[in-house]
T-cell receptor
Framework: TQLLEQSPQFLSIQEGENLTVYCNSS?????LQWYRQEPGEGPVLLVT?????EVKKLKRLTFQFGDARKDSSLHITAAQPGDTGLYLC???????????FGKGTLLTVNP | DARVTQTPRHKVTEMGQEVTMRCQPI?????VFWYRQTMMQGLELLAY????????DSGMPKDRFSAEMPDATLATLKIQPSEPRDSAVYFC????????????FGPGTRLLVL
């Protein structure tokens, strides 16, 4: 059973478009992280959200943690080719070290 | 620029052979994680070490996998004997324990067992 469902699995858009990817669960998480992974590399942490309803912005990326702490979204404004990669969400429950990862959304931004 | 390093980056081996993967965590980090990534399962936690002690290896097949930290600068993951279903990318990550941990991932070892 996959605790964290990410959608869509694949997304291909043109440079300049906006997009939103989702991370959903039936379980409550104490915190949730978003990572970006480029081909041949390990995931790199983008943000951690810990409070229900929290919104964090990182330049053109906006992250939101659901009020019930069961879901999260990542919105990218005016996507650029450099945004291309696999976006992973990961939730922690109780013990902060043990992360449950979603399978990711593979984003391709075409120039 | 401190980074987690992993060797080898790629490994092709035959079924039944022993595979050893090595990880050098970021200097000063006291937690080490081993993950496996496949298309089907995504990223799965195999083992977790804190201050070189194994605290959680519940995600690791015990019969063929073993993980150790001989010293603070080296973590190893061994598979003996290897099987085709072990083919995956294995990541090591390190961090500083205390509160919310940030895990810094290495570039991974891509393993193919024929």
């Amino acid at each position: 059973t996959q605790l964290l469902e990410q959608s869509p699995q694949f997304l291909s858009i043109q440079e300049g478009e906006n997009l939103t990817v989702y991370c959903n669960s039936s379980s409550v998480f104490s915190s949730l992280q978003w990572y970006r992974q480029e081909p041949g590399e390990g995931p790199v942490l983008l943000v951690t959200v810990v409070t229900g309803g929290e919104v964090k912005k990182l330049k053109r990326l906006t992250f939101q943690f659901g009020d019930a702490r069961k879901d999260s979204s990542l919105h990218i404004t005016a996507a650029q080719p450099g945004d291309t990669g696999l976006y992973l969400c990961a939730g922690a429950r109780g013990s902060n070290y043990k992360l449950t990862f979603g399978k990711g959304t593979l984003l391709t931004v075409n120039p | 620029d401190a980074r987690v390093t992993q060797t080898p980056r790629h490994k092709v081996t035959e079924m039944g052979q022993e595979v050893t993967m090595r990880c050098q965590p970021i200097l000063g980090h006291n937690t080490v994680f081993w993950y496996r990534q496949t298309m089907m399962q995504g990223l799965e936690l195999l083992a977790y070490f804190r201050n070189r002690a194994p605290l959680d290896d519940s995600g690791m097949p015990k019969d063929r996998f073993s993980a150790e930290m001989p010293d603070a600068t080296l973590a190893t993951l061994k598979i003996q004997p290897s099987e085709p279903r072990d083919s995956a990318v294995y990541f090591c990550a390190s961090g500083l324990q205390g509160g919310m941990e940030t895990q810094y991932f290495g570039p991974g070892t891509r393993l193919l067992v024929l």
